[in-house]
Structure formats: structure tokens, C-alpha cells
């Protein structure tokens, strides 16, 4: 079982930016795809961006494309999320996710880290 902290949250200011930090518990980490989701007050949770065991493959949800990049480390067993010309819409806390599976689905996904708050200020 695969524990995952994610880390890098805070206040910006619109058109700012910040990175996300993604850290596995285990060596394991390049058996899985792992994903971003997050998820606002009163509101689902959303996928953002995920990418591939090995990092070859990326997707990302419409909201985000061109504005944010997904990557990983396997060496280091962490995912990032770079987020650029941050925007109000995208206050949030902001989850990373591992599975076998390669999917936007947030129900497929067996571990969650435990969040990390996001707010844009206009």
C-alpha cells in the first residue's frame, strides 16, 4: 500500500503560480499511475492532470491545458504539478492519487494522499 503526501499549497495572487509536490511512501511508486484531482467548496471532486507509470503519457482536463504541467520523479517517488496563470476558479484543494489504472475517474483510484489547499485571490 502506497502512502502519498502532497505538499507545496498556499495563498497567490492571480496569474501566479505555484508547484505541487506529490512524495510515495515506497519504491513501488513507478508501478503506478498517478493522478491530480481537486475539489472545491460545495462542489465534486474534479480531475485535473495525470500522467503515465513512466512518464510518457500525459492528459489534462480542458479547465487546465496550457496552464498546468504534470510530472514525476521516479527516483525520488514524487509527482509535481506546476501550475502557471493561476486563476480564482482555481481555489481548491488539490489531491494526488495513485492506481494501476490510467484514468480521470477519481473512483478508480485506491490511494490519496491527504490534500493540499490551493487559493487564488483575485
Known amino acids: 500500500q502506497v502512502q502519498l503526501v502532497e505538499s507545496g499549497g498556499g495563498l497567490v495572487q492571480a496569474g501566479g503560480s505555484l508547484r505541487l509536490s506529490c512524495a510515495a511512501s515506497e519504491r513501488t511508486f513507478s508501478r503506478y499511475n498517478i493522478g491530480w484531482f481537486r475539489q472545491a467548496p460545495g462542489k465534486e471532486r474534479e480531475f485535473v492532470a495525470r500522467i503515465s507509470r513512466g512518464g510518457g503519457t500525459t492528459w489534462y482536463a480542458d479547465s487546465v491545458k496550457g496552464r498546468f504541467t504534470i510530472s514525476r520523479d521516479n527516483a525520488k517517488n514524487t509527482a509535481f504539478l506546476q501550475m502557471n496563470s493561476l486563476k480564482p476558479e482555481d481555489t481548491a484543494v488539490y489531491y494526488c492519487?495513485?492506481?494501476?489504472?490510467?484514468?480521470?475517474?477519481?473512483?478508480?483510484?485506491?490511494?490519496w494522499g491527504q490534500g493540499t489547499q490551493v487559493t487564488v485571490s483575485s
Open positions: 492519487a495513485a492506481d494501476g489504472s490510467y484514468s480521470d475517474d477519481p473512483r478508480v483510484y485506491d490511494y
